[in-house]
């Protein structure tokens, strides 16, 4: 049963950390769209992780 609960801990963890680095990316895409914007520091400001 405890390795049951680890092994779901981890995948969790895992499945967290995948998420946060597609928001990195899609972060660093927007960041990208907006380089020639006015609006690139706000969403710089917004989005600092």
Known sequence: ???ARE???VDK????????KELKKTHERF???A???KMRKQL???YQL
């Open 35 to 37: 380089s020639r914007s």
């Open 13 to 20: 963890v895992l499945e967290i950390d995948d998420k946060v």
């Open 44 to 46: 710089n400001t917004i």
């Open 31 to 33: 960041l990208e769209l």
């Open 1 to 3: 049963m405890l390795l």
């Open 7 to 9: 092994k779901y801990e």
